[in-house]
């Protein structure tokens, strides 16, 4: 079971980058992005179950959680970036189907990727 993120980089404030998290070894029923900033905790950002979706505050309304079966894949969509986002974001995964911000529910989790927000 392998769940491999890609897609940061480096982009100025107001742009956009999308994340993917490519599962591997089988389906899961539930899905979270998270991500951590220098000296900083891990924090949760999105999550995904069947058509239900939870963001965190501070992303609300500018990154969009989505899911493609055919795939096997989970995407963040981050707009309108600010240098706040700046940080290592991971995808998580669940086989349980549950809509949650707890990073600990979350068994399997990638490898991260990095993205950075100029100003």
């Known amino acids: 079971v392998q769940l491999q993120a890609s897609g940061g980089g480096l982009v100025q404030a107001g742009g956009s980058l999308r994340l993917s998290c490519a599962a591997s070894g089988r389906t899961f029923s539930s899905y979270g992005w998270f991500r951590q900033a220098p000296g900083k905790e891990r924090e949760f950002v999105a999550a995904?179950?069947?058509?239900?979706?939870k963001y965190a505050d501070s992303v609300k309304g500018r990154f969009t959680i989505s899911r493609d079966n055919a795939k096997n894949s989970v995407y963040l969509q981050m707009n309108s970036l600010e240098p706040e986002d700046t940080a290592v974001y991971y995808c998580?995964?669940?086989?349980?189907?549950?809509?949650?911000?707890?990073?600990?529910?979350?068994?399997?989790w990638g490898q991260g990727t990095l993205v950075t927000v100029s100003s």
């Open positions: 995904w179950i069947g058509g239900s979706t």
């Open positions: 998580a995964a669940s086989s349980v189907l549950v809509l949650t911000t707890t990073s600990h529910l979350y068994p399997y």
